[in-house]
Structure formats: C-alpha cells, structure tokens
Nanobody, 111 residues
Framework: QVQVVESGGGLVQPGGSLRLSCAASGRIFRIYDMDWYRQAPGKQRELVATITSGGRTNYADSVKGRFTISREIGKNTVYLRMNSLKLEDTAVYYC?????WGQGTLVTVSS
C-alpha cells in the first residue's frame, strides 16, 4: 500500500515563493507519473502540474512560467516550486501518486 504525504504550505504575501514537497512511501516498484492538484474554496479540484514517468512536465495555463515541478526518484519525492504567487493561488494543494491522494497542504496568499 502506498502512502502520500505533502508538506510546505503556509502563508505568503503576493509575489512571494513557496516550495511544496510530497513523499510517497510503501510498495513502490516503478517510476510513475506524479501530479499536483489544488482546490480553492468553493471551486473544483484542478490539475496544476504533472511530471511523467519519463520526466516530461505539463502545467496548467494559470501557473505556467511561475510554478516548477521536479522530483527525486530515489526519494520517491515530488516538489512544486511556486514563484510570483498571486491571491488566486490560495488553495489546498494535493499530491496524487499511483492512485493515492495526500491529505493536502494549505497555501494562503494574502497581504
């Protein structure tokens, strides 16, 4: 069974930066896609960024040029570097790996 745990959320001012981390543990035997999603209050969960098993990255249009997804395969960890944060980036951010959701980490962008 796979477990997924996010960390790194917090309060940041507009224009600031944060780095989220997501570690997967358990019975993992292959390289796999890793996704970051987010859900803002009153909105549906949306896909923010993906890094495929082959290392290809994809981003939502709303975060392109500001967010960067990366990973450390040996640590089964995926990161989301978020720069130039905006008020509308406020959300709970979730990691999704091998069909398992993490518990989420709250990012609040506020002045």
């Amino acid at each position: 069974q796979v477990q997924v745990v996010e960390s790194g959320g917090g309060l940041v001012q507009p224009g600031g930066s944060l780095r989220l981390s997501c570690a997967a543990s358990g019975r993992i035997f292959r390289i796999y896609d890793m996704d970051w999603y987010r859900q803002a209050p009153g909105k549906q969960r949306e896909l923010v960024a993906t890094i495929t098993s082959g290392g290809r990255t994809n981003y939502a249009d709303s975060v392109k040029g500001r967010f960067t997804i990366s990973r450390e395969i040996g640590k089964n960890t995926v990161y989301l570097r978020m720069n130039s944060l905006k008020l509308e980036d406020t959300a709970v951010y979730y990691c999704y790996i091998l069909g398992v959701w993490g518990q989420g980490t709250l990012v609040t962008v506020s002045s």
